[in-house]
């Protein structure tokens, strides 16, 4: 009796205080829980330098494997953590960077000069070599914003990749305007300063962004809602000047403009509800490069990483052991 009651004592504490954290501290908690999951999964954060730049960023394993190296460049006011869910299904042996993009979390916050896309594409040359990513060919992946800077970065350096993954990119010319880009019209037509639907500043707004950026509804608890603006508020007027630089005339279409110097193999994986960047730009990417692999999924919006981390996690893999076979009969045939 005496055992059973000092376990029982002993098992308040720290029920108490996640509770106490989760009422009073849900970004906390949050951050805490990212931190558990990278545990977790073997990622250790860890920090380079260019200079007096500063980059932040978690990886796993080690370079030189049987499948080259990943490096995962994340979304539009997103961190590192939001590539968890697909690491999460990728073989623990698979060596993964995932670095926090410039401003973005860990890594250092400068001016707008490196926040357009390409000021974005330097940044990130300058982290593949602080760490001597570039030493043999690696994977790039990239999702909304960083799957235009990946597409930029595979423009100019494509000699230093094995193949290119797109998620659901910005910085097209899309035949068919998404949800988001209609509001962001209308914005701008009425000359209002209303909220950025990608930048939310109340509950109501967050819960709007999650609803334009899923296919399925997520029904968080307003606990979890909660620590989620907790965490982003902070860094809205960043995320602001981010935003204007990546919509501004110099990025808008980077992409496009350069599909032309493009040589390297391209993945793209799109999901088919998309209401931020619309599906129809997979057929743009597809007629610029014709030997593009392209994926749509059903039943997914534009957060491919959140909705459908099992099936993009297999269809990278998937890629990357097609593109090994095709390295091969190449070496065969020269």
């Known amino acids: 009796m005496e055992l059973i009651l000092l376990s029982g004592g002993i098992l308040v504490v720290p029920v108490l205080a996640f509770i106490t954290s989760f009422l009073f501290w849900p ?3 949050l951050k805490a829980y990212n931190w558990y999951w ?8 860890r920090y380079s330098h260019s200079g007096s730049y500063r980059f932040c ?3 796993r394993g080690r370079p030189g494997g049987a499948t080259p190296s990943l490096l995962l460049l994340h979304g539009f006011s997103a961190t590192k953590d939001m590539w968890l869910p697909v690491i999460k299904f990728l073989p623990r042996n698979q060596h993964v960077v995932c670095v926090d993009m410039p ?3 860990g890594t250092s916050r400068t001016g707008p000069e490196d926040y357009s896309i390409q000021g974005q594409v330097a940044r990130i040359h300058q982290f593949v070599q602080s760490i001597g990513l570039d030493k043999r060919p690696f ?3 990239g999702t909304s914003m960083g799957g235009n800077v990946a597409g930029v970065y595979t423009a100019h350096y494509s000699t230093h ?3 290119t993954t797109l998620i659901c990119p910005a910085g097209l010319v899309y035949p068919t305007e998404s949800e988001f880009i209609s509001r962001l019209r209308e914005m701008e037509k009425s000359q209002k300063e209303e909220s950025i639907p990608l930048i939310p500043s109340t509950p109501q707004e967050l819960d709007n962004m999650l609803r334009l950026c899923c296919y399925a509804p997520l029904n968080l608890p307003r606990q979890v809602l909660r620590g989620l603006l907790d965490n982003r508020i902070p860094n809205n007027g960043f995320y602001k000047e981010v935003f204007m630089q990546i919509v501004g005339e110099e990025s808008r279409h980077s992409l496009q403009e350069h599909l032309h110097l493009i040589t390297s193999p391209v993945q793209v994986i799109w999901g088919k509800e998309d209401q931020v960047v619309d599906v129809s730009g997979a057929a743009v990417l597809q007629a610029a490069l014709p030997n593009c692999q392209v994926e749509l999924l059903d039943n997914c919006g534009h957060s491919v990483a959140l909705e459908r981390p099992r099936k993009a996690a297999q269809l990278i893999m998937s890629f990357l052991s097609v593109q090994e076979v095709n390295g091969e009969n190449t070496k065969k045939l020269s």
């Open 27 to 29: 970004g906390t908690l």
């Open 38 to 45: 990278r545990r977790r999964l073997g990622l250790v954060v």
């Open 57 to 59: 960023y978690a990886s």
């Open 103 to 105: 401003g973005h979390e």
């Open 139 to 141: 994977h790039l992946i």
């Open 161 to 163: 990749l094995s193949g």
